[in-house]
């Protein structure tokens, strides 16, 4: 018996005028990223005899070609129970699989020579902390030991797209930290704490600034944004409003510890 189940991706004129399926695929669909010129799938087929297996593949379609067919990038070595990263910069795709729920590996695919390749040197046994791309490497938190992890303390390290060239860039760092980046800086902090303080650094990894981060947002684990802007989505339904947040990054730098300066705008009250 097959569990039929289709996904359907539309292209849709910006003007809203037309509308067309561009792709159509059968199963479930993990996760979907847009990425120069092309849209990519985690897909997950499933079929029952005796027991259910599934049958997951990493693919993409061409989304400029008149008429896009699928190019399957990956197909697991056994059977998976999901995946949880998708992320795309410059050449460089990356992925991640999950085995028997206990085993996350990470993939990453190079565009230009078409090749997949695994990341061992980023990947953990215990946990799975998602690699940021940050001054054309890859940013992550040092694996641990048993004996380490009970220090709950550990490095900041970074390496090349490909995973090699790994150089510690911060010691003493505590594993609960979640890194993001925004292409101008990096951000660090602690998730295990009631309040949302970053500390940003520079390219030459030097403490910049510190700040606190209201969740004014629907996000509880909001974006930093881009380089110049964090724009933050609200939604008060109780009051009928909707609109942004706006944060003007300039101001990092002059924050020393305090509060980021989030703008309401409403666009309708």
Not at 37 to 48: C, D, R, S
Not at 230 to 247: K, N, P, S
Request: a negative charge; glycine letters at 8%.
């Amino acid at each position: 018996m097959n569990y039929e189940k289709r996904n359907v991706i539309y292209k849709i004129a910006v003007d809203g005028t037309s509308k067309e399926v561009l792709y159509e695929s059968g199963g479930s669909v993990f996760q979907t990223l847009q990425h120069r010129g092309y849209i990519y799938l985690f897909t997950n087929q499933y079929t029952v005899d005796e027991v259910i297996h599934n049958h997951a593949v990493i693919k993409r379609i061409n989304v400029e070609s008149t008429y896009p067919k699928e190019e399957i990038l990956f197909e697991p070595e056994r059977e998976i129970n999901g995946g949880s990263y998708f992320y795309a910069y410059g050449n460089h795709f990356y992925f991640s699989v999950l085995y028997e729920n206990v085993e996350s590996r990470l993939y990453g695919y190079n565009i230009s020579k078409k090749e997949v390749y695994e990341l061992t040197s980023l990947e953990q046994e215990t946990s799975f902390q998602t690699p940021v791309w940050y001054d054309g490497k890859l940013f992550s938190l040092e694996d641990l030991n048993d004996n380490e992890a009970k220090n709950e303390r550990t490095n900041l390290i970074s390496c090349s797209p490909e995973g090699g060239q790994i150089r510690v860039r911060l010691h003493d760092v505590p594993v609960t930290t979640q890194l993001k980046s925004d292409g101008n800086y990096l951000y660090l902090t602690d998730t295990s704490s009631n309040e949302r303080r970053y500390r940003v650094y520079d390219h030459e990894m030097n403490q910049i600034d510190e700040f606190i981060m209201e969740i004014t947002g629907t996000d509880i684990d909001p974006s930093v944004g881009g380089k110049d802007f964090q724009y933050l989505i609200f939604d008060d339904r109780e009051a009928g409003e909707w609109g942004l947040y706006v944060w003007d990054k300039a101001e990092i730098g002059t924050l020393n510890g305090g509060k980021c300066s989030q703008i309401k705008v409403p666009y309708q009250e």
